[in-house]
């Protein structure tokens, strides 16, 4: 059985979160970390790194066992085309970055610390979806005034 890439990210994501979290409101973990780093942006930076390097260890393991047929993993694929994983980190930044906006996290109820800490944690997984895919940031193609990037009409092919 393959195991999408989709399937692959988000069990993974889910799972880091998840684990995270745990280890930080059910261990003596959160409060170690309070009482060693007391300014709340110094923590959220730290859980962000965290999360970050974990991140982008386990996506380079991942396409190294895609790469050399290891494991049941395969790329993630819509209609044929192959999306990359920066996608998935772009589409994490923008919901970190609207939440931040709207201040969620922000306060000092449990729910808010809560918040703040998902949020950390889901800005590092994002920034490392895209960062390990950064020398794509250098050859995307300008589509939106070639043939490439023009709607083809009914019966008329599109140049390849």
Request: aromatic share 10%; net charge positive.
């Amino acid at each position: 059985m393959h195991w999408s890439g989709e399937v692959i990210l988000l069990v993974f994501i889910a799972a880091v979160t998840a684990i995270m979290l745990l280890l930080l409101h059910l261990t003596n973990v959160g409060h170690i970390i309070r009482q060693t780093i007391p300014d709340r942006p110094h923590r959220r930076n730290f859980l962000a790194s965290i999360s970050f390097f974990i991140t982008f260890l386990a996506v380079r393991l991942l396409v190294a066992s895609i790469q050399h047929h290891i494991g049941p993993f395969q790329y993630v694929t819509m209609g044929g085309r192959h999306i990359h994983h920066l996608v998935w980190g772009i589409l994490i930044l923008l919901g970190v970055g609207y939440a931040y906006l709207n201040e969620v996290g922000s306060g000092d109820t449990p729910a808010s610390i809560f918040a703040s800490r998902l949020m950390s944690i889901l800005y590092g997984v994002g920034a490392a979806l895209t960062l390990d895919e950064f020398a794509l940031w250098l050859n995307l193609a300008n589509v939106y005034w070639s043939p490439l990037g023009r709607p083809v009409n009914v019966g008329q092919v599109q140049p390849q």
